[in-house]
């Protein structure tokens, strides 16, 4: 290694020594391979150090992603985070090594400041970790037999916190879905809550929740209509999905549903006619769904004393017809 000849890179700190890694050591045999077998980089197993999970990603030609030519590239990344860790920033001194094989030294690597590990930066390391001219030299004892040990020291100094962040990506072009649910056998619903199946919109899974005897300050009175995410459960804590949406009930007897005739009116309750009399009732609304907050609708959506008039045509033959249209609009996920 006496005949190394590294380009200035500043802050970088390079030490030969004879102690191995202490946290991990990744040997990688027929290295050649992994070129002939079009493998850009190889990401290792995950290790613990100071507490978290990380692991070692290697360039063997180069990471092409930062335009590096004529070296290996290395780096640390943090890996297996929760998403409280990824709030606080992780602050860690590292150093990762090369072992020379004729000597059983290693050639170390350590930059001379602590980074930072957080959710807009996993990774540190080196683009430029040695020459491939170097790293191919057989008296540098790096890769002998086509095998070459790479190693990684891991030492959290310590936490802070830079409070909570958020990402809000709007969708461009928002696709609206339209989901239309025929209830048979409406009077014999004997349950609270009648759910319908699940179906898909902006990438999540909704379903329409009526309450056939009223929830809240709707019970006996009204009819409750919701919309609700069918998965809660598998959104991040700080996930909320912005969506306008709209609940109807359809008239059967005319088969006619012309709402746009009519005219809108958020947050509120309509009845359009057309020429044939026939009816729709409707409310839209927007809202953010989470995983703490999973369901809009409203308690006193539509009476049952108006539901039930056989004239009104919104249950005919014991089946009522509910149709949801959903458009999501943007998504905002912690940082």
């Not at 040990?149 to 916190?161: I, N, Q, T």
């Amino acid at each position: 290694m006496a005949s190394l000849n590294f380009n200035d890179q500043d802050g970088v700190l390079r030490s030969i020594r004879d102690a191995p890694p202490t946290h991990y050591t990744l040997k990688i045999e027929s290295l050649s391979m992994l070129t002939k077998n079009s493998l850009e980089k190889y990401e290792s197993g995950e290790f613990e150090a100071g507490g978290y999970k990380w692991k070692l990603v290697f360039y063997p030609n180069g990471n092409k992603s930062k335009n590096v030519k004529d070296h290996i590239s290395l780096y640390l990344v943090m890996a297996g985070a929760n998403t409280s860790q990824i709030h606080c920033g992780v602050h860690a001194v590292f150093r990762l090594f090369l072992l020379d094989q004729n000597t059983s030294n290693y050639l170390v690597f350590q930059e001379q400041k602590e980074r930072r590990f957080h959710a807009m930066k996993l990774d540190w390391g080196f683009d430029q970790f040695l020459s491939l001219k170097d790293f191919f030299e057989a008296s540098n004892g790096f890769l002998m037999d086509d095998t070459c040990v790479f190693g990684a020291e891991v030492f959290v100094s310590k936490e802070r916190s830079t409070g909570k962040g958020e990402c809000l990506s709007m969708v461009k072009d928002a696709v609206m879905y339209k989901h239309v649910w025929k209830i048979d056998s409406f009077s014999k619903i004997n349950t609270d809550c009648h759910d319908s199946k699940t179906f898909s919109s902006g990438d999540q899974k909704w379903k329409i929740q009526l309450y056939p005897k009223g929830k809240g300050i709707g019970t006996g009175s009204h009819l409750s209509l919701y919309l609700a995410l069918a998965d809660p459960t598998s959104l991040p804590r700080d996930t909320k999905i912005y969506t306008e949406f709209t609940l109807r009930i359809l008239e059967q007897t005319h088969q006619r549903h012309q709402h746009g005739k009519g005219k809108y009116l958020s947050n509120f309750c309509q009845t359009v006619c057309s020429r044939n009399s026939s009816f729709v009732f409707y409310r839209v609304t927007s809202f953010w769904f989470s995983a703490s907050d999973p369901e809009r609708g409203w308690q006193k959506f539509i009476t049952l004393g108006f539901v039930s008039q056989t004239t009104m045509g919104f249950l005919l033959k014991d089946t009522c017809i509910v149709e949801a249209e959903v458009t999501v609009h943007g998504i905002s996920n912690a940082l």
